[in-house]
């Protein structure tokens, strides 16, 4: 079993920052590419920031410049610091990872989703 626990979702005011946290659990043999996704109500699922193992990069060209993916290998921990805050950048946000698991072999893995919401 793997599970992908997020935090740091909350509601801040325009300019403002945030920084998300998702760690992976389980029998994990290892983790590809991580990341963020995030879908406003009414909208479809949209990609926000990737990073791969080797930590090539990949991002929304709307995030470009105010967002920053890390990760750390040894726990399996992905990170979203996001700067500059923007109303548009209101939605939920869902942690993903490509996780390979003995005997299954690699899958996607989606967290729960944690709520942005940016408002005066």
């Known amino acids: 079993q793997v599970q992908l626990v997020e935090s740091g979702g909350g509601w801040v005011q325009p300019g403002e920052s945030l920084r998300l946290s998702c760690a992976a659990s389980?029998?994990?043999?290892?983790?590809?590419?991580m990341g963020w996704y995030r879908q406003a109500p009414g909208k479809q699922r949209d990609l926000v920031a990737t990073?791969?193992?080797?930590?090539?990069?990949e991002y929304a060209d709307s995030v470009k410049g105010r967002f920053t993916i890390t990760r750390d290998n040894a726990d399996y921990t992905v990170y979203l610091q996001m700067n500059s805050l923007k109303p548009e950048d209101t939605a939920l946000y869902y942690c993903?990872?490509?996780?390979?698991?003995?005997?299954?072999?690699?899958?996607?893995?989606w967290g729960q989703g944690t709520q942005v919401t940016v408002s005066s």
């Open positions: 993903y990872a490509r996780i390979s698991r003995p005997y299954y072999g690699a899958a996607d893995y």
């Open positions: 389980g029998r994990i043999l290892s983790v590809s590419r």
């Open positions: 990073i791969s193992s080797s930590r090539s990069l």
